[in-house]
């Protein structure tokens, strides 16, 4: 479960993308600190992963796949951003669904 994340730097055009696998709690952490080491504003979070009508597994956390994929780990990435969203204000979570949930 690999998802992108694409990090822009406002009036600088620049990009960065980053992986994250969100069934795996110790990946969502790594990303975390992996960004804040690079010292950079966080103006805009969008959580927009999310998977639909796989088989019931559990991940390597011990926790349902569909659950920790699609809502724990946006809940526990935001957590951990938390003071940097806070230092970038104005900043903003947004957490994008659709009508499969």
């Not at 992108?4 to 990303?31: G, N, W, Y």
């Not at 019931?56 to 699609?70: A, C, R, S």
């Not at 204000?89 to 947004?94: A, G, L």
Request: charged share 15%.
């Amino acid at each position: 479960m690999c998802n992108l994340i694409f990090l822009m730097t406002p009036h600088k055009a620049k990009v960065e993308a980053m992986t994250l696998d969100l069934s795996s709690l110790s990946s969502v952490r790594q990303f975390a600190e992996t960004y804040k080491a690079m010292n950079l504003p966080l103006h805009v979070l969008i959580c927009n992963a999310g998977v639909f009508g796989s088989s019931w597994q559990l991940t390597e956390d011990g926790l349902e796949t569909t659950f920790q994929v699609n809502h724990l780990s946006h809940f526990y990435l935001v957590q951990l951003l938390q003071d940097v969203l806070r230092q970038s204000i104005p900043s903003r979570v947004i957490i994008v669904s659709s009508e499969s949930h």
